[in-house]
């Protein structure tokens, strides 16, 4: 089945076609000049960028792939989390595409599609645990198969990769923070300072980078002349050491020691040769897709939504944006759990 694959949630206009699991054509336009002198994303001008781009975008996504739209056998979009004026974006197009060829439409969560990225390239099996990072995001979860997710734990506060854009805001390197920190971090001491790292107690699978970004920024108001590149270096290890650290837990706790990663930040080498380290010395099999896949893109959301179309999912077109996770499902026997650890979560599908 060849699926086109829509991405419109925030600063990356993204299409991809995928058939079956191959990805034959994914198509990144990244509005980093747009949004760099502003320090992040402007929504209303992500916006506008996502409605310039989507179809030249698709057309190079078809020409890449070498098939015509009339070969696409249905059509997924990312209908959120996300800036809901750059998903409707990518939800107006993905309708029309679908109207227009007579094609099923389906809707998938951003999140999920991030987590099944890695089936592009591997086939993990379930259960395992999927540690997402990403600029809004920082989720541990149990994943039981397609679409089954159960949340393990969240950040509190900031988002992992958010922090990165944030610190390196405060060093003055600019925007997207991520790679300008990893790249700075290259050259910088190993232990010319120490920045805490917040576990939140040894049963938690919870994140919290708030207090790290202040620490930071104690520290340049108390050293101005610190080196840009030793604070780097010393925060990208403050966040590796605890994604590492509660993932490898998580892997372990799921019980069949398997580790997925996703989103954005891992796309970044230290946490991924970190996290190899690890699983290496935990007997834990780690799954992390390629870069490409990492960052948001087009051929996650075919994937997620090859996966739902399989399983007899189809959207219509009410199909709607949002721009929170919702937390409303049920599982089978029908009992919610009550702990907020394992409070249960319904990546997209259902209504908003
Ligand atoms: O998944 P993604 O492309 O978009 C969201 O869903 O948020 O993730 C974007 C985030 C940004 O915060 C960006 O700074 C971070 O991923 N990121 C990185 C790296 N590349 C992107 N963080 C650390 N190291 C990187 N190499
Ligand atoms: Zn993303």
């Known amino acids: 089945?060849?699926?086109?694959?829509?991405?419109?949630?925030?600063?990356?206009?993204?299409?991809?076609?995928?058939?079956?699991?191959?990805?034959?054509?994914?198509?990144?336009?990244?509005?980093?000049?747009?949004?760099?002198?502003?320090?992040?994303?402007?929504?209303?001008?992500?916006?506008?960028?996502?409605?310039?781009?989507?179809?030249?975008?698709?057309?190079?996504?078809?020409?890449?792939?070498?098939?015509?739209?009339?070969?696409?056998?249905?059509?997924?979009?990312?209908?959120?989390?996300?800036?809901?004026?750059?998903?409707?974006?990518?939800?107006?197009?993905?309708?029309?595409?679908?109207?227009?060829?007579?094609?099923?439409?389906?809707?998938v969560s951003h999140l999920e599609a991030h987590v099944f990225s890695i089936f592009a390239e591997a086939t993990p099996p379930f259960p395992f645990a999927a540690l997402l990072v990403s600029g809004g995001h920082t989720n541990l979860y149990r994943v039981e198969g397609f679409g089954s997710m159960r949340l393990l734990g969240q950040t509190r506060d900031d988002a992992a990769g958010e922090a990165f854009d944030k610190v390196a805001k405060l060093l003055g390197l600019g925007y997207p923070g991520g790679p300008l920190i990893e790249r700075y971090a290259h050259e910088g001491r190993p232990g010319a300072l120490e920045l805490p790292r917040a576990w939140l107690g040894p049963e938690s699978f919870d994140f919290s980078f708030s207090g790290l970004k202040t620490a930071v920024s104690l520290h340049l108001r108390r050293h101005p002349e610190a080196s840009p590149a030793d604070v780097a270096r010393a925060f990208q290890e403050a966040v590796v050491d605890v994604l590492v650290g509660k993932a490898v837990r998580a892997a372990v706790a799921v019980g069949e020691r398997r580790l997925v990663v996703a989103g954005g930040v891992a796309a970044n080498g230290r946490l991924r040769d970190a996290l190899a380290a690890a699983c290496g010395r935990e007997n834990v099999e780690l799954f992390v897709p390629s870069i490409e896949l990492c960052t948001d893109n087009g051929a996650m959301v075919a994937l997620a939504g090859l996966f739902r179309l399989e399983r007899g999912e189809r959207a219509g077109l009410d199909l709607d944006a949002y721009s929170r996770t919702r937390a409303k499902w049920h599982p089978p026997g029908g009992k919610l759990p009550t702990s907020r650890k394992f409070r249960d979560y319904a990546p997209g599908g259902d209504k908003p």
């Open 1 to 107: 089945m060849l699926v086109l694959g829509v991405e419109t949630s925030c600063d990356e206009t993204a299409v991809a076609l995928v058939r079956d699991r191959h990805v034959l054509s994914s198509v990144v336009a990244t509005q980093t000049d747009v949004h760099a002198r502003f320090g992040g994303v402007v929504p209303e001008l992500a916006s506008r960028r996502h409605l310039e781009m989507i179809v030249p975008v698709a057309g190079e996504a078809l020409a890449r792939a070498g098939v015509r739209s009339r070969d696409i056998d249905a059509v997924a979009v990312a209908q959120g989390p996300g800036l809901v004026g750059a998903l409707l974006v990518g939800l107006c197009f993905a309708k029309s595409v679908a109207y227009v060829l007579e094609r099923p439409l389906i809707g």
